[in-house]
């Protein structure tokens, strides 16, 4: 203490004397000591002051004055506050170019959605500019210089995120898919459909006229997708995701294929079902196994499904696999994925490779291999790509390729005579030569099998159809979903931004209701007499976020119509029912045993409502941290990833 308060008495006689002097104190010569001498240590109170008249001026280390003047004559320019970094939102990008209806049509699909590439109209699937469609038609190869093109829609969807409504109806939606499954077996043999569906969106996400699009005598196989952004909420949660699958099919008219029973009486029968993760690859590797012991390489297979059920993501990670011919993953360019609904506008393909014995045996020996492997072995990238997936969901999986072939080394060549040069002489550029497109021989595609990725089936009632883009990426959850739990007494209000709204009219006592939602959509709670005056003040705005766009869009917005529900609750540990708010999320509720709830929910007039029993993540309300105080709401808890097919360490 004694230390510090005669450091900073001796720094204030020195800034003094500087001032006298003329000079600031920093032009004065420093002695820098880490100590006081033991004299100056243990001198007495009275006698700083005469200790202050001396030569030497001790500038400690440990205190360094806030401001020093700066030399006479030397003008130093104010420094600058901090730059803040600003957040500017991003200009609107509008499409370039002109229609030529009087150029036809090219024959060559886009490499990204499946359309025929063409400049004739800008509301047609495939249409490119006229500018850069004759560009690329006036290249060597041809009609080949479109062949990795895309079509302008494509391009908006990738590089800014924007979709253009395209005038293609539901019907032609449904007889594209139904005429290329109605078609005669290529093989002698029906091809096989992997229907991709939703489990966020049980039971809309199997589609009641499911088996009509179909056909008779087609062998199904059902792959719940998207399980990585539920959180387990118990040890057998994924069994019980399998059995609300199975039901789903059940009442869409698919059911088991039964033993003894052949698929000649006009039926759909579910061959099988798998719980997937098309973005992180959770159990696809798994998918990919039983695919090729099973059905082999006995015929087509074809990706069916609704809109964003994630067909085109597990077109791209079928590609980058085993279950795909080694070098069509060079050759076939990735599919188009966006949350915008319909991003396929027709079938994109790639030939699946032959499962002979050797190359089942290869397979297991690389899988058996990764599963040994723990973190530390990865390489730089697998452990980049494993930390970003476990930022995203719940369940992550590796997809790799045994066969994949090794690419050569490049060889540089150039001609010493390029390299020197007189001065008389100018050095000679080197013209690069154009690469050569590489394309399939006709043996590695004349009797090839084939996995299609088909346009989604839009949705009826599905509240995604009202929504514009920015909106559809604000509702669509693209990361784990952390559960909100809020405990409501009769005669509150929740709104699930303004999309849906839970009114708790009667009960006995308070209940949990937890929501399950995009953690960009948000959550407001309010009492039941002021929540009529609170939709119509922040419908459209920021607060409630979706619809966005004011008065002048929520004039356009149907409004939201009523429906009542009458719940009995089966204890505080379990939720009793999920009320569905269409496409937008859900909200399981939990009351008290025998606890008699009234409720009413709100979806917007023609969209659909459904109470989901039983539940889907039935002990849900566990999932949450400690009451907010003096709140209705709980804390998020974010329960962590698991890996699959990986060696755990111990702790």
């Known amino acids: 203490m004694h230390r510090l308060c005669l450091s900073r008495l001796l720094l204030v006689g020195a800034q003094a004397r500087a001032r006298v002097l003329g000079a600031p104190l920093k032009l004065w010569p420093r002695l820098r000591c880490r100590s006081l001498p033991a004299g100056l240590a243990s001198m007495p109170w009275d006698h700083?002051?005469?200790?202050?008249?001396?030569?030497?001026?001790?500038?400690?280390?440990?205190?360094?004055?806030?401001?020093?003047?700066?030399?006479?004559?030397?003008?130093?320019a104010p420094k600058k506050p901090p730059r803040k970094r600003q957040y500017q939102e991003r200009r609107e990008h509008r499409p370039a170019g002109q229609p030529d209806p009087s150029v036809p049509t090219s024959g060559v699909s886009c490499s990204g959605c499946g359309a025929e590439l063409h400049c004739q109209d800008p509301a047609m699937p495939g249409y490119m500019p006229s500018e850069k469609y004759l560009s690329l038609l006036g290249e060597p190869e041809g009609q080949g210089g479109l062949r990795d093109a895309v079509c302008q829609r494509c391009w908006l969807l990738v590089h800014h995120q924007k979709a253009l409504r395209l005038e293609v109806s539901w019907d032609q939606y449904r007889s594209l898919v139904s005429s290329a499954l109605r078609q005669a077996p290529r093989h002698g043999r029906a091809p096989l459909v992997l229907y991709v569906a939703d489990v966020l969106d049980l039971p809309d996400t199997v589609l009641p006229n499911l088996p009509e699009l179909l056909g008779p005598t087609i062998n199904v196989m059902v792959l719940g997708n998207k399980v990585d952004l539920l959180p387990p909420d118990s040890r057998d949660y994924l069994k019980h995701f399998r059995k609300q699958l199975l039901r789903s099919c059940a009442q869409a008219g698919i059911h088991p294929l039964t033993k003894g029973v052949s698929n000649s009486a006009g039926r759909q029968h579910l061959v099988d079902m798998h719980l997937i993760s098309a973005k992180t690859g959770y159990g696809v590797e798994e998918l990919i196994s039983k695919l090729q012991r099973s059905w082999k390489c006995n015929g087509d297979v074809y990706l069916v499904g609704a809109t964003n059920s994630g067909k085109s993501t597990l077109f791209n990670t079928l590609l980058q696999s085993d279950y795909c011919k080694s070098r069509a993953s060079e050759l076939i360019n990735r599919a188009t994925i966006s949350p915008w609904p319909g991003t396929t506008l027709n079938l994109l393909k790639f030939p699946l490779i032959n499962p002979t014995s050797d190359r089942i045996f290869r397979r297991k020996e690389r899988l058996k291999a990764e599963a040994e492997k723990d973190e530390e072995q990865l390489s730089s990238d697998e452990k980049k790509t494993l930390n970003y997936f476990k930022k995203q969901g719940y369940l992550i999986g590796r997809v790799g390729q045994t066969f994949e072939q090794r690419k050569a080394e490049p060889v540089i060549d150039f001609d010493p005579n390029t390299l020197s040069f007189t001065m008389e002489e100018e050095p000679v550029v080197s013209i690069t030569k154009p690469k050569e497109r590489e394309e399939f021989t006709y043996s590695e595609v004349k009797d090839a099998r084939w996995c299609f990725d088909t346009p989604g089936i839009v949705?009826?009632?599905?509240?995604l159809n009202l929504l514009t883009e920015k909106e559809v990426n604000l509702v669509l959850p693209t990361q784990a979903i952390v559960p909100r739990t809020f405990v409501l007494k009769p005669g509150m209000v929740l709104f699930l931004g303004a999309l849906g709204r839970i009114d708790y009219l009667q009960g006995e006592q308070s209940s949990w209701f937890s929501v399950m939602a995009s953690r960009l959509l948000p959550v407001h709670v309010t009492f039941l007499e002021k929540a009529d005056a609170f939709y119509q003040k922040h419908a459209g705005n920021d607060l409630l976020k979706v619809p966005m766009g004011g008065e002048e869009r929520m004039k356009e917005f149907p409004p939201l119509v009523p429906q009542d529900i009458m719940l009995e609750g089966i204890g505080a540990d379990e939720a009793v029912a999920d009320i569905k708010l269409s496409s937008a999320g859900w909200v399981a509720v939990t009351a008290q045993l025998e606890d008699k709830v009234h409720l009413r929910a709100y979806v917007p007039e023609g969209m659909g409502l459904t109470v989901r029993r039983p539940p889907l993540l039935p002990y849900i309300v566990h999932i949450k941290g400690k009451r907010i105080k003096g709140s209705v709401a709980y804390r998020t808890k974010k329960i962590p990833p698991l890996v699959e097919n990986f060696k755990r360490t111990k702790q």
């Open 48 to 76: 700083l002051g005469a200790a202050s008249n001396e030569e030497e001026f001790f500038v400690f280390s440990e205190y360094l004055p806030e401001k020093l003047e700066e030399p006479w004559g030397i003008e130093v």
């Open 459 to 463: 949705k009826e009632n599905c509240v």
